[in-house]
């Protein structure tokens, strides 16, 4: 079974050193949008002290597979209704 392992990048590197097994690329996608998830709500208002995180998913040869990238922008509230 394929191993996959999931690196944080926010704003500094938290490389997964054990990883983890899954059948395939796609429930290895699942699990990543799963964790993205988690992260999200575990984080909650520090998000916006670095609002550009990612998440690197690499192979056990830690070829890059795929990548998800999160950000927020705050925008200056007017008050005003359109």
Avoid at 5 to 23: A, L, Q, R
Avoid at 39 to 53: M, Q, S, T
Wanted: with cysteine.
């Amino acid at each position: 079974m394929p191993r996959y392992f999931f690196h944080v990048v926010h704003p500094t590197s938290e490389p997964d050193g054990d990883g983890h097994d899954f059948p395939d690329i796609y429930a290895a996608q699942a699990a990543a949008v799963r964790l993205c998830g988690e992260i999200l709500r575990d984080i909650e208002g520090k998000f916006w002290d670095n609002p550009v995180w990612r998440l690197e998913v690499r192979s056990h040869e830690e070829r890059l597979l795929f990548t998800l990238t999160f950000t927020a922008e705050e925008h200056e509230a007017t008050g005003a209704r359109a």
